[in-house]
């Protein structure tokens, strides 16, 4: 008999696919069939035909993503039940629907038709997200009678909170939380302190990882999307991955002296500062961006090509092109190689995988 839980979140890039992928990982490491699938989906830029037009099957980036580097076959990438997008919530408004209807009884057939699996849904990004389309965390849990294994942005003790109202909204269905994106000098006082604190408010936590700059990166080619920049040189490094941002608005003696203690950087400086983007090529810099008025000097542009690194031009102040970039440190999906290996790692490390599989109620040979 198949059995299905759920991955969900209070809040948005709160590191549910990382936890899907560590979770899918040892279950198929231990001989289980998995699924893996959004009921709610929330990009489909891959379902997109030539002519535009959409897929009748809703398979979400994210689920095309874990199929791939999990290697499942498409049997087992389950597609969603609706879309969420504003045309497509203007039209239940309109049709006065709240309900996920007919749709969701047939998902729910799906879910039992093949023998022994084990389904991982990914749930909306936060708690109240998905309502409009009878698919929020509470709703789906209940409608599948699903276990829910919450994965927990956590900042400070404030942060309870919003795990407080998940235990309200889901009642028995809440197996336990994941800490994510710790500060790693907290770790400890959390686990000894905080852990059995939540323990006694009934809030099992199964893991308490570390914040993870590489998770939080964004690829150059990311930022040349979101800025609408254009590429000046080395438009094939666009997949270098940038942890940090620092602004060239300095003097170059205590920029080059700020950018030897940064890694993996995205500078953002003057088109006119020649000085500090010489200077900042020669420190970890994954792209240079360019500001305002005027063009790259022949120069700079030769250095960059020799160092390979994407050298990028915006139209935009350096003030609106920073505030662009920092919005998008962790809130970009988890779709490079990379993170999904460093994921795979972090989960391993910091959860209980054992105590998880055993709530859920999967046997999984971990530890037993």
């Known amino acids: 008999m198949s059995k299905t839980f759920l991955i969900g979140s ?99 057939l799906s879910l039992d038709s093949s023998d022994n699996a084990i389904n991982i849904l990914e749930a909306a990004g936060s708690l109240h997200e998905g309502l ?64 059995p604190s939540l323990k006694s408010l009934g809030l099992d936590v199964f893991g308490v990882m570390p914040r993870s700059p590489l998770l939080r990166s964004v690829t150059v080619e990311e930022l040349v999307r979101r800025l609408n920049a254009r590429v000046v040189c080395c438009s094939e490094r666009l997949e270098l991955m940038v942890e940090t941002l620092s602004i060239g608005a300095m003097s170059v003696n205590s920029a080059m002296e700020f950018f030897r203690r940064r890694r993996n950087m995205a500078v953002v400086t003057g088109a006119d500062r020649t000085d500090i983007q010489l200077a900042a090529l020669e420190a970890s810099t994954q792209c240079l961006i360019l500001t305002g008025a005027g063009e790259p000097l022949p120069q700079l542009i030769n250095r960059s090509e020799e160092l390979e690194v994407p050298l990028l031009k915006v139209d935009r102040d350096t003030l609106s092109t920073v505030e662009v970039i920092e919005q998008a440190f962790g809130h970009v999906r988890l779709h490079e190689t990379v993170k999904a290996t460093y994921a795979f790692r972090l989960v391993q490390e910091h959860c209980d995988l054992h105590r998880i599989f055993k709530t859920l109620g999967i046997s999984t040979g971990i530890h037993e």
């Open 10 to 108: 209070c809040e948005p890039f709160s590191g549910k696919s990382a936890l899907v992928l560590g979770i899918a990982r040892n279950l198929i490491a231990s001989n289980h069939l998995v699924r893996f699938g959004k009921p709610l989906a929330t990009s489909l830029e891959l379902n997109v035909s030539a002519s535009g037009d959409i897929q009748e099957d809703l398979l979400d980036d994210d689920v095309r993503f874990v199929g791939k580097t999990l290697n499942l076959s498409a049997e087992n990438l389950i597609p969603s039940i609706q879309f969420l997008a504003a045309s497509t919530a203007s039209k239940r408004i309109e049709n006065n629907t709240l309900d996920a209807g007919v749709k969701f009884d047939e998902f729910k």
């Open 132 to 195: 409009l389309y009878g698919l929020s965390l509470s709703q789906l849990a209940k409608g599948l009678n699903a276990k829910v294994l919450l994965a927990h942005f956590w900042q400070d003790s404030r942060s309870v909170e919003a795990l407080l109202e998940a235990k309200n909204q889901l009642g028995d269905n809440l197996s336990g939380v994941v800490l994510n994106a710790v500060n790693p000098d907290q770790i400890k006082d959390i686990k000894e302190n905080i852990v």
